[in-house]
Each structure stands twice: as structure tokens, then as C-alpha cells.
């Protein structure tokens, strides 16, 4: 199996990238193949312009940058996006490279005839998101259903991809690395089963 781990943070020594890592690592030792999306390092510009509205209203061609992200989703079958949550969502660079790469065209179609085409039926998409917050709060809030319903319904599903699993790791900023650290193990080779046999999971 072939993964792209995307991770969106800035700071190379966070815990978003040691996390990161930590996945990377145990999907190799389950036999995979990794090739890691570093949004921030790359300098991935994530404002929809222009250039993109020209491709969505059909009066356009593909960015050179946004195809290159496709090509490399196009070489995997396994997307694994790790990121820090965000005001109960995704970091804004994350959001803004979906909101481009996933466009109409190569991600999905809408036609007169058919409605929405889906057309990422190959892929398997696992979401691992670090919150401050706890998971008692995630439920009382109902944090895990409203982001079920928009980024596993709203974004992966609606482009036909299948949810692999949704892994959440709570308190990271209050719990330190060692706290952490058998948890943070427990995550990648879990992940790493998943992603070598593809079950839907959602974990907590
Ligand atoms: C702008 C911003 C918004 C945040 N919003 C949330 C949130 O809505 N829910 C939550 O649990 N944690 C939230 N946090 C906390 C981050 O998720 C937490 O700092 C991160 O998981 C720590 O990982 P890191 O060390 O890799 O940054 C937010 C942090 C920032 C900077």
C-alpha cells in the first residue's frame, strides 16, 4: 500500500510532526510505502484565487502547483491527514489545500445528466487530529459527530473516497511528550493496520 501522510503545521518540532513521524514510521514497518506531504515547509499556498475560480467556473486550466498535489494523491491509495484542530476544524492551510486540490474535475463532476460524479473511489482517507481539549468535551459539545458530518460526509465521502478511520489524540497541550508517548505510540501502529487493511474505525 502506498501512503500520503499530509501534515499541516508549521513548527517542525510540534507534536503535529512528531505524531507525524511516529505514523510514517509504523506504516513502513507494516510494509507500506510513504511519501509525506509537508504543507507548511513546502510553502503550499492555500488561498483560493483567481486562478482557481477561473478552473471551478469551467473558464480555467489546473494551477501548476494544485496538479502536482493531485498527481502525488493520484500515486497513493492511502491518505493519511494529520493536523492540529483548529476552532473545532482544520488549520486554515489544510482547509485551503482541499479547497483547491479537491476540485471539481478530479475530485468530483456535476453533470446535467448524472448529478455528482465521485470520482476519489480509489482512495482511503484517515483523519488524525490533535485537539487541546478533552474527550469528555468533544462529547458534550457533540465536537466528534459535527466533524463527522462535515469533513468525513461533507469532503471525503462527497468526492466518493472511503473513511479509513478518525483517530483523535486529546490534551496535547496539557499532557507532556512522555505523558504522551505510549499513546502517541499506540496510534501509529494501529493506524498502520488500518491503513494496511483498510477498515473503517473510528477511534477516540
Ligand atoms: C488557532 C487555534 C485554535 C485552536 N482551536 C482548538 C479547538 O477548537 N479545539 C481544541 O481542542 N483545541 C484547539 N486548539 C489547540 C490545538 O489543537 C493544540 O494546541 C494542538 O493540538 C497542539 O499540537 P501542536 O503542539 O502540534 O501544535 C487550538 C489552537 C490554536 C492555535
Known amino acids: 500500500m502506498t501512503a ?12 503535529t510532526h512528531h505524531v507525524a513521524r511516529s505514523v ?5 514497518t507494516a510494509g507500506g510505502t510513504v511519501e509525506t506531504a509537508d ?3 513546502e510553502g503550499f499556498d492555500p488561498r483560493f484565487s483567481d486562478g482557481d475560480l477561473n478552473l471551478f467556473r469551467g473558464t480555467g486550466t489546473t494551477p501548476s502547483d494544485v496538479l502536482a498535489e493531485q498527481e502525488r494523491i493520484d500515486r497513493a ?9 483548529y476552532w473545532w476544524s482544520m488549520p486554515a492551510l489544510l482547509k485551503g489545500w482541499i ?3 479537491f476540485v471539481s474535475g478530479w475530485a468530483y463532476d456535476i453533470t446535467a445528466e ?7 473511489d480509489r482512495l482511503t482517507v484517515h483523519l488524525v487530529v490533535l485537539a487541546g481539549d478533552d474527550a469528555d468535551s468533544f462529547e458534550r459539545h457533540g465536537i466528534d459527530v459535527a466533524f463527522r458530518t462535515q469533513i468525513e460526509r461533507g469532503i471525503v ?3 466518493g473516497a472511503t473513511v479509513g478511520s478518525t483517530t483523535f489524540l486529546h490534551e496535547t497541550d496539557t499532557r507532556s511528550r512522555e505523558d504522551l508517548a505510549a499513546e502517541v505510540a499506540d496510534l ?3 493506524l498502520a493496520a488500518r491503513v494496511a487493511g483498510s477498515q473503517k474505525v473510528l477511534a477516540h
Do not use: N, T, W
Not at 77 to 85: N, T
Not at 114 to 120: E, H, R, S, T
Open 114 to 120: 448524472y448529478g455528482i460524479v465521485k470520482k476519489l
Open 77 to 85: 491509495d492511502q491518505l493519511v491527514l494529520i493536523f492540529p484542530m
Open 188 to 190: 501509529g501502529s494501529v
Open 4 to 15: 500520503l501522510v499530509v501534515v499541516s503545521h508549521s513548527d517542525p518540532g510540534s507534536l
Open 24 to 28: 510514517s514510521d509504523a506504516i513502513r
Open 157 to 159: 465521502e462527497y468526492c
Open 39 to 41: 504543507l507548511a515547509a
Open 99 to 101: 479547497d483547491r486540490v
